[in-house]
Each structure stands twice: as structure tokens, then as C-alpha cells.
């Protein structure tokens, strides 16, 4: 590898072969066919944020039936749906693809890199979630949406007791938006290890490559599991099969075990990237370097293993033998103690640092809050005579969203304001930021705390009204007021993406004085992200190398790629071992439709099993297998 100490002169004829070589086509049909990674990941994020605010709309009326004892704002039926699409909507439709969004838009930038490793797959993991969000939400619109709440518990959603199609939306949707998941999962965890800058060493990857990291390989452990679970609920309510059936020799048990195995994980599946973002956000508006970086690093993959072992704290009161639970209970006190240590890190690193209270900043700090309250009660429900008590409780719905609400979407938003202007060219409006903040901070805790009480109070979960003598009226109200604030407030933040996006200050390559590679190229990035491949020798290279060097192309196929004659030819290098070395060039692949072709061919046989049409769904697979043959035809293709 050849590299140079100051960056690589560009000549003007180079610039415009770079350009030529990785635009997309313009209008329709680039938006078809892209495999950018930029672009696919804000599409991610863009279509997650629509499933966010339609389940907040869900919730809110919810919020209202219950704002007053015997309310008829919404029917028992009209309820249960809502409040299943609303569970369904934020778990498998926000708050995993919003994340691997962000992955998939800042992790080939932080790690140096012109794309992701598998740039088509990637585009058909976007499809795949686009059309299976499409396929839930069509129940809309046939009047017949899932009921059975986002769990989907047998045996009330067998077809005994839930006829009809509207579980068959939930359980072939679980299925469906599966498949992206794992294979984005793949993308990452491919990426990370192979696409790698010259020099990035495993200790010096950004704590967000490393959080995306854990994260993909718990999606691979765990979504299997859901997957299975759906799936046999689908041959039971489809084909007959009896896997959920007692009288049958099936098991009701079976399912929430299968459920679970992925419940819980997927906990820590979102809060862990999240937690990445946190530890981005506090050393740059700190001004100095994360402490306990190897103690982090170390506390998201104790957290990534441990958070397979605790799975049954969902089933305390099923009746398992007493033994097994003491294990789990004690599998789920010691998770607390990785998490602790990231936040004492995150503590030491404001401590001595020299804070700004940027709205990023902000986000940051309201995590902590959050997060130490639904820590607390985690620890609390952890514990089995505790958790007996307030089994199904507004008490578990309370610690639910200060664990996946709170501890994710906070986190989200900061995001949203820390690396809008890398996406964007624009500053989001700070002030309007600030205002958001606070307004979602106070919403949150006034919409959540009180549920604690409420579940102390003997008011139980998943009801749709109460009786006016229960004691309830008073803090079910101010729950209802107080969710219109927060809502108000990420509505705030949505104007001011608005807002910003079509004419806000501009960026600048690195407006907060980041220290990692995403804020080496311009804002936004070009269509290569960088012209040479950077070459790194700290785990803070925009702190520790100015200017940053590059390297230069080489005449071998293991350093072609990293200089400008590599962008001009659209590759990036293949990396490996300890270090990064490169080894070889690999091409990226032109924009193509294959893809899309192969993920409608895959919703059309879900459509086919929907309404039982062989038809549909044999079209379905002639599609996706013509789709796939001809991926695979163009597969090793040089590009033009």
C-alpha cells in the first residue's frame, strides 16, 4: 500500500469520471434503482418516521378512549386494533429500520469506505421493509386489522378465537419484514469487517460500527425465532397444523418461548445501536475522546450475549418451575451491570470535558435520565415476587416505554439533530431544536411516570375503559394531556426538518468538530464519499491527523481501488486482518431494478397466501425467480 502524507491532487478530468461513474440515473427511474447506500439509508429513515407518526396518531386516540372512565371514543374492536398496529407499527416498522437506516447511511462513511459490501442486497432490504410496512398497513383499507395485540399470544390468535384475516396481516407481515432485517444484518456485519479504511483496527472502529456490529449479529441469533413463531401461527390458522393446539399435542408455551427469544433481545437489538449513538454525541460536544472506550466496546458484547439468557423474565407468571426462574431472574440483575458501565463512561466523559448544550447534547443527556428511571424499574421487575405483583400492569407499560421509547427515541431524535447536516448540507434550527426538547422531555415523563402509579393502583394493561370508581379518572387524564405534548414536541422537530431541509444555515464538512471519518467529506457527501480512501492511525483521526492523509492507488488489484483511479472506476478495496490491509478491488455494482423485481415477487406471494389464491402467489414466485436468476446472471459484472 502506497499512501501519502498530505491528500492526493485531483485533476479536474478525474473529478468528472468519478461523477459520471456512480450518479444515478436522474428522476424515476434512479429513485427504482439505486443502490447507493446515502440514499437508501434517509429512505429507510423517511419511510420508518411515517410508521412512527401514524403510530402515534394510533395512540393518541387510544389516549383519549381512556382519558375518562366508560368512554366511547373507540370500540372494544377498534381499540384492540389500534392498539395492536400501534405496538406492531413501532417495534417492527420504526424502531429496528430506523436504526438500520442510520447504519446503513453512516456506517461505509465512518468506516472509510464508497459503499456497503453487498450494495444490491441492501436495496432489496429497503424494498423488502417498504412493501412488507405496505402489506400491514393494507388492512386498513380491507376494514380488517391485526387484533390480537403485537405479540400475538396463542391461543387467541388461532382461528378459533381470532377468525378472519386480520392476524394473517400480522403474521405473514412478521414474517416478511424478517427477511430485510436478516439480510441487512448480513450487510452490516460484512461491511464492518471487510470495507474497512487502511489502518482501521478493531480498537479504533467508532463506537457506532461497533454498536451496528452487536446488533447485526443478535438479529441473526434472534429474528429466526420470531420468524418461526409467526410462521407456525401462520400453518396453524392457514394449513391446520396444530404446533400451538394442547388438544393436539401442541403447545401454547412453545409460542412464547419462541416469542420471547426474540422479545427480549430485541430490547437490547435497539437499545444498543442507540446507545452508540449516545457515545458519538457526548465526546463531541464534550471536546475530548469517550472514556472506557475498551470497557464500552466490552459492555455492548457482554450485553449482546447475556441478553439471549433472559428471555423467560417476559413468563415469571406462567407456572415455570421456581428453579428455572431464579436462574432468569438472576441472568436479568446481572444484564444491569454492562449498562451501568456505559453510563459511569458516558458520565466521566462530560465530567472532565468542556460541555456544550447543543441540542444534540440535549437529547443526550435526556437519554440518561430516562434511561436511568427504566433501568431502575427493570431491576425491579427482575426481581420474581415483584414481578408477579405487577404482571400486566400499567406498571409494565409504563417501564416498557421508558425502556424502548424513552431509551430509543430520544436517542433517535439527537441523532436526527447531530447528523442532519452531514445528510443534508443544512443546520437544523437550533433554537426550534431546544424548543422541541424540552417539550418532548416533559410530554414523556408526565405521559409514562405516572403509569407506574397507575399499575401500583391495580390498573391493569391492554384494557380499553375502566370504571369511574377505581381511582383511576384523575392520572388516566393527565396521561392523555400529557401524550398530546409529546407528541407536539416531535412534531416540532418535524417542522424543523422541514424547515431547515429547504432553507436552513449552511453545514460545512464538519460543523461540530467530530472526530470521525463521516466529517472528512463534504456535506453532503459526493456520490463516492471519498475520492481517496483514508488512511487511519488513531481512533480519532479529524482530532489526531490534520490534514488526514490518503492513500494512493497502486498498479496491483489490492491498493487499485484506493485512490482516485479506483473512485474514477467505481470499486472500493477489500480490507482484512488486524490492521486493514487492503487486498483487493472490488467493484460496485451499477444501479439496477433487480432488487425491487425480486421483493415484489416476494409480496405477491404473501398477497397469494393472504387471500388464499395459488395463483397470486405462484406468480409471486415466477417473478422472484426470474428476479433471481438474472440478479445472479449479472452478478461479477464490471461496470461500464
Do not use: C
Not at 394442547?246 to 427480549?264: I, M, N, R, V
Not at 459511569?344 to 447543543?358: D, E, N, P
Request: net charge neutral.
Amino acid at each position: 500500500m502506497t499512501t501519502l502524507q498530505e491528500p492526493e491532487p485531483v485533476a479536474p478530468i478525474s473529478e468528472e469520471l468519478v461523477e459520471r461513474a456512480w450518479k444515478d440515473a436522474p428522476g424515476i427511474p434512479g429513485f427504482f434503482t439505486t443502490v447507493d447506500h446515502k440514499r437508501i439509508g434517509i429512505r429507510y429513515i423517511v419511510t420508518a418516521f411515517f410508521f412512527f407518526f401514524s403510530a402515534g396518531v394510533l395512540a393518541l386516540f387510544m389516549r383519549a378512549q381512556l382519558a375518562q372512565p366508560n368512554s366511547h371514543v373507540l370500540s372494544a374492536e377498534t381499540y384492540n386494533e389500534f392498539f395492536t398496529m400501534h405496538g406492531t407499527s413501532m417495534i417492527f416498522l420504526f424502531n429496528t429500520p430506523v436504526l438500520a437506516g442510520f447504519g446503513n447511511y453512516l456506517l461505509p462513511l465512518q468506516l472509510g469506505s464508497r459503499d456497503m459490501a453487498f450494495p444490491r442486497l441492501n436495496a432489496f432490504s429497503y424494498w423488502i421493509f417498504l412493501l412488507s410496512g405496505i402489506f400491514i398497513y393494507s388492512s386498513f383499507f380491507t376494514g380488517h386489522l391485526p387484533n390480537g395485540g403485537w405479540f400475538a399470544y396463542t391461543p387467541l390468535t388461532s382461528t378459533n378465537f381470532s377468525p378472519g384475516i386480520n392476524l394473517d396481516f400480522w403474521g405473514l407481515g412478521v414474517v416478511f419484514v424478517g427477511i430485510s432485517t436478516t439480510v441487512g444484518a448480513v450487510n452490516f456485519i460484512v461491511t464492518t469487517f471487510k470495507m474497512r479504511a487502511p489502518g482501521m483496527t478493531l480498537n479504533r472502529l467508532p463506537i457506532f460500527v461497533w454498536s451496528m456490529l452487536v446488533f447485526s449479529f443478535m438479529v441473526i441469533f434472534a429474528v429466526p425465532a420470531v420468524t418461526v413463531a409467526a410462521g407456525l401461527l401462520e400453518l396453524d390458522r392457514i394449513f391446520g397444523t396444530q404446533f400451538f393446539n394442547p388438544a393436539h399435542g401442541g403447545s401454547t408455551l412453545l409460542y412464547q418461548h419462541l416469542f420471547w427469544f426474540w422479545g427480549h433481545p430485541e430490547v437490547y437489538i435497539l437499545f444498543i445501536p442507540a446507545t452508540g449513538m449516545i457515545s458519538m454525541i457526548i465526546p463531541a460536544f464534550s471536546r475530548r475522546a469517550l472514556a472506557g472506550y475498551l470497557w464500552i466496546v466490552t459492555a455492548l458484547v457482554t450485553i449482546g450475549f447475556i441478553s439471549f439468557g433472559v428471555w423467560v423474565h417476559h413468563m415469571f407468571a406462567t407456572g415455570l418451575p421456581p428453579l428455572a426462574l431464579s436462574f432468569f431472574s438472576a441472568v436479568s440483575l446481572l444484564i444491569t451491570v454492562p449498562s451501568g458501565v456505559q453510563f459511569f463512561a458516558w458520565i466521566a466523559t462530560m465530567w472532565k470535558g468542556k460541555v456544550r448544550l447543543t441540542t444534540p447534547m440535549l437529547f443526550a443527556i435526556g437519554f440518561l435520565l430516562i434511561f436511568l428511571l427504566g433501568g431502575i424499574t427493570g431491576v425491579m421487575v427482575a426481581v420474581l415476587p415483584f414481578d408477579w405483583q405487577v404482571t400486566d400492569s400499567y406498571f409494565v407499560v409504563a417501564h416498557f416505554h421508558y425502556v424502548l421509547n424513552g431509551a430509543v427515541v430520544f436517542p433517535i431524535f439527537g441523532a436526527i439533530y447531530y447528523w442532519f447536516p452531514k445528510m443534508t448540507g443544512r443546520m437544523l434550527d437550533e433554537h426550534l431544536g431546544k424548543i422541541s426538547f424540552w417539550t418532548m422531555f416533559i410530554g414523556f415523563n408526565v405521559t409514562f411516570f405516572p403509569m407506574h402509579i397507575l399499575g401500583f393502583l391495580g390498573m391493569p394493561r391492554r384494557v380499553y375503559t375502566y370504571s369511574g370508581d377505581v381511582g383511576w379518572n384523575s392520572l388516566n387524564m393527565i396521561v392523555s394531556l400529557a401524550s398530546v405534548v409529546f407528541a407536539a414536541g416531535t412534531l416540532l422537530t418535524l417542522w424543523n426538518v422541514w424547515r431547515s431541509y429547504r432553507g436552513g444555515a449552511l453545514a460545512g464538512a464538519d460543523p461540530w468538530g467530530a472526530d470521525s471519518l463521516e466529517w472528512a467529506t463534504t456535506s453532503p457527501p459526493p456520490d463516492n464519499n471519498f475520492d481517496a480512501t483514508p488512511v487511519v492511525a488513531s481512533r480519532h483521526p479529524l482530532w489526531d491527523q490534520r490534514p488526514l492523509p490518503v492513500a494512493r492507488s497502486g498498479p496491483d488489484d489490492a491498493t487499485h481501488a484506493l485512490g482516485l483511479e479506483g473512485a474514477a472506476s467505481r470499486t472500493a478495496a477489500l480490507t482484512g486482518g488486524m490492521r486493514a490491509e487492503p487486498g483487493a478491488t472490488f467493484p460496485i455494482p451499477e444501479e439496477t431494478v433487480l432488487p425491487l423485481v425480486l421483493a415484489l415477487g416476494i409480496a405477491a406471494f404473501f398477497v397469494g397466501l393472504l387471500v388464499k389464491v395459488v395463483l397470486v402467489g405462484a406468480v409471486g414466485v415466477a417473478i422472484g425467480v426470474i428476479g433471481l436468476l438474472a440478479w445472479a446472471w449479472k452478478t461479477g459484472e464490471e461496470p461500464s
